[in-house]
């Protein structure tokens, strides 16, 4: 019973992660996932023309970014604070394979995805997630 718990666990926990990376999906798809005004989605173009979408979680505000073709192609996790940063780096220890402190892999059917952990000079931290 405890073992199919987990497993059940496990497989709701990989639904959440992957549904924030969202590597490879189009820009509609992320935005009719995340219409409810609770996500509080905002988009547009960023300083070098990349359209993003914008997202807020109960953990984190997610943004991800867009080619021409409007398809995913980098999503950053910015943990609202501490306790989130150390939920998602627990997670990621358990889930990916682990590279160092700061960066994990995840392999998948749709390829490899890289995770890094930044820590810029200004301060804070967020999570990049690339192909």
Known sequence: MKRT?????????????FGQAR?????????????ESSY?????YDDDGDYY???TTE?????YYFKSDKVCY?????????GALNFYVE?????????????WKMYSNNGIANINLIYPEGGGYYFLWSN
């Open 23 to 35: 590597l490879g999906s189009t820009a509609s798809e992320i935005r009719s996932e995340f219409w």
């Open 91 to 103: 997670l990621y220890n358990k889930q990916y394979v682990v590279v160092s402190a700061t960066q």
């Open 74 to 82: 980098l999503t950053a996790i910015i943990p609202d604070n501490q």
């Open 59 to 63: 953990r984190a505000t997610v943004t």
């Open 53 to 55: 979408i914008t997202i």
């Open 5 to 17: 718990l987990l497993t059940i666990l496990f497989a709701i926990t990989s639904v959440i992660v």
């Open 40 to 44: 509080n989605l905002k988009s547009g």
